[in-house]
């Protein structure tokens, strides 16, 4: 039977993370990914100290590396359920097999869902985006969209402007407050009001702008769209985990959940998080979740030596191993 100290579920940034640190300060740790990061679709990856403008892939194979390079294991797969052992534990289900663990690290992210536009997914991290900060500096001074409509979508369009002179904002009829209106206008926003019925590409295969249903076409060189984010929280949720009333699991500042020996990290709970702040946030909830083993090793340590058992030289399974 395997047996680990901490299975990680989702093997981007925040689950990395988190097990470089665990494996470093020799735990037994399993990392289970089903390998489909949310930031595949982009080339470059931007914003991370040290890192930035490698590609996505290439910053996940490196972490994977370090993580095996500290005898922490990594298996493709997918999570289907988790239950409690009934000792503190938990059972983790992967492809038919029963992998035991003492504690849980959930950074199952989220999932973009996009306005139904025929050919927003198909340039989605293209010259579709939704980060400003991720993707603004590489489409400067170009001619820029924001899709709008949605709340907080004003806002997120003035943010846009800080890369741009030429930023249409494109809304349904009737949606602008006369606050807002003004807003756009001081920063030299264009409001276009309508339907959208798709996006032009040219034969380069580059976006040359937004066909509007009147068969306008607005040249724009890149759109940006805030998505709407869905928590994959369906393995928390089934642990009972609290979430609020977007879904974002509730956790306090070390990440752990409400449910013991359950912590999560990343975009799980923090939709806004970026890739650096998710590895912060991983490998914080590692801190934290080696100081519980820790306190449950002593509390082991101490009952076995109520009931007459020897101390043993550490109750660190990797220790034992390698004695």
Not at 114 to 119: A, N, Q, V
Request: hydrophobic share 40%; with cysteine.
């Amino acid at each position: 039977m395997n047996r680990y100290d901490v299975v990680v579920i989702g093997g981007g940034a925040a689950g990395l993370s988190a097990a470089l640190v665990l494996s470093r300060a020799r735990r037994k740790v399993l990392v289970v990914d089903v390998g489909e990061p949310r930031n595949a679709p982009a080339t470059p990856m931007h914003g991370y100290l040290s890192r930035d403008g490698i590609a996505p892939a290439e910053l996940l194979a490196t972490g994977r590396d370090e993580v095996k390079g500290y005898g922490g294991d990594i298996v493709a797969g997918t999570v289907t359920d988790l239950v409690p052992d009934g000792r503190s534990g938990f059972w983790v289900l992967v492809g038919g097999q029963r992998i035991s663990a003492r504690r849980l690290l959930v950074t199952t992210g989220l999932r973009d869902e996009l306005p139904d536009i025929e050919g927003l997914g198909d340039r989605w991290a293209r010259d579709v985006l939704h980060c400003p900060y991720c993707h603004g500096h590489e489409v400067r001074d170009r001619q820029l969209g924001v899709l709008g409509g949605t709340p907080g979508a004003v806002r997120y369009a003035q943010i846009v402007r800080q890369w741009t002179h030429d930023l249409v904002y494109f809304t349904p009829p009737d949606t602008l407050t006369d606050i807002e209106r003004t807003q756009l206008l001081a920063r030299a926003i264009g409001v276009v009001e309508g339907t959208i019925d798709r996006l032009v590409i040219d034969d380069a295969d580059h976006l040359r702008g937004v066909q509007m249903h009147d068969s306008c076409v607005i040249p724009r060189d890149a759109l940006f769209v805030p998505p709407r984010f869905v928590a994959n929280n369906i393995l928390l949720v089934g642990l009972a985990c609290d979430v609020d009333e977007g879904g974002w699991v509730v956790v306090d500042e070390t990440g752990r959940t409400s449910v013991p020996g359950v912590w999560a990290a990343g975009n799980i709970v923090d939709p806004r998080a970026q890739v650096i702040t998710a590895a912060g946030a991983g490998s914080a909830a590692a801190i934290a979740l080696n100081a519980d083993l820790v306190d449950d090793d002593v509390a082991n340590a101490v009952r076995d030596l109520d009931h007459g058992f020897p101390p043993s030289p550490t109750t660190n399974a990797r220790s034992k191993e390698s004695a």
